[in-house]
């Protein structure tokens, strides 16, 4: 019987360990070249991925957000949004899962997103708001 309960205990652990392995793929050098990348319609809105410190204990890498605030009449007439903030990210199938840092809400969201094929441009799906940019995917371009 002690063995049975010794064999049994150990085949939950294990289980458990098993159960741990996360699914999710991330690529912080091969899914999306570093540099700094601009939103080419309007180019008033950046994604960083250089700025910020590599920090190698990090579960996911991180990407600098950076937005130039405007006035948007809905929300606020006499103060500009600004939705700048720094970003957790992963790559999933022809997904970019995006967690702002900033925010309450603890989750991953999915963005459909594409790399062209010579890595100068990419196309994502909406992400934020801007007052103007009325398209329900981006394109960014690489300028540094």
Known sequence: MRKLISFVCALLFFASIISCTRNTVYIPGNGMPAGVWVENSLRLDTLDFDSFPKDTAALYPKVIFKSRPFIDLTINPTY??????????YYKNDSVYLYSTLSSYFAFKPYHFQLNGSNSSFRVEKFYTRTGLNQSFLTFEKIK
């Open 80 to 89: 500009p949004v600004n939705s700048s903030t720094i970003y957790s990210y």
